[in-house]
Each structure stands twice: as C-alpha cells, then as structure tokens.
Nanobody
Framework: QVQLVESGGGSVQVGGSLRLSCAAS????????MGWFRQPPGKEREFVIG????????RYADSVKGRFTISRDNPKNTVYLQMNSLKSEDTAVYYC?????????????????????WGQGTQVTVSS
C-alpha cells in the first residue's frame, strides 16, 4: 500500500520561504513522477508543480513559476517543494501525490484524476 507523508508546513510572513517534504513508501519511487497540489480555503484542489521519475523534467503552474522549485531524492524516496517569495494567495493545504502510471510525465499529470495516492496534506499559511 502506497503511503505518502508530507511535512514542513507552517506559518510564514509574506515574502518568506518554506520547504515541504514528502516521504513515500509502498511503491518503486524511482519509477513514478510526483506532483504537488494545493487546496486553498473554499476552493478546489489545484496542480502546483510536478517532477518526472528521474528528476530531469519539471512542470509548474503559472502562479508559482520563478518562486517554487521541486526536487527529488530517489534513494531516500522523498520529493521536496521549495517555496520562496511566498504570497498570501499561496495559503492552502499542500498535498503530494503519486500517479497511477509509472514512467509517465505529461500534461495529464496536472489533473488530480491521474493520481492514485495522496498524502494527508500539510497546512501552509502566509500572512502579511
């Protein structure tokens, strides 16, 4: 059974930084792209950023380009989300997710329906 555990959320002021981690187990991590999604209060879950199984390719939502980066450490089965220059509109619960299919990294992975495993989420609150 796949298990994803996020950590690193918290409260930060506008302009600050946070680094989220997601530890994965129960899957051959190096075969799967990984994604980060977020769900702002009262809104639907949205794609934030993704990384291919080998870390070579990444994909970003326009709203986070230039501010967020994603990386992974396959031997540690962990994916990271570095968030800089945080804005109040970044306030949300952040989720990491593993897709249904291995060795796939394309535009379909911006859709929540392409993911079969989700973490419990970690709250990020950005205040002025």
């Amino acid at each position: 059974q796949v298990q994803l555990v996020e950590s690193g959320g918290g409260s930060v002021q506008v302009g600050g930084s946070l680094r989220l981690s997601c530890a994965a187990s129960g899957l051959t991590f190096s075969r799967y792209a990984m994604g980060w999604f977020r769900q702002p209060p009262g809104k639907e879950r949205e794609f934030v950023i993704g990384i291919s199984w080998n870390g070579v390719s990444t994909r970003y939502a326009d709203s986070v380009k230039g501010r967020f980066t994603i990386s992974r450490d396959n031997p540690k089965n962990t994916v990271y989300l570095q968030m800089n220059s945080l804005k109040s509109e970044d306030t949300a619960v952040y989720y990491c997710a593993a897709p249904i299919q291995a060795f796939v990294f394309d535009d379909t992975l911006t859709n929540t329906r392409q993911y079969s495993a989700w973490g419990q989420g970690t709250q990020v609150t950005v205040s002025s």
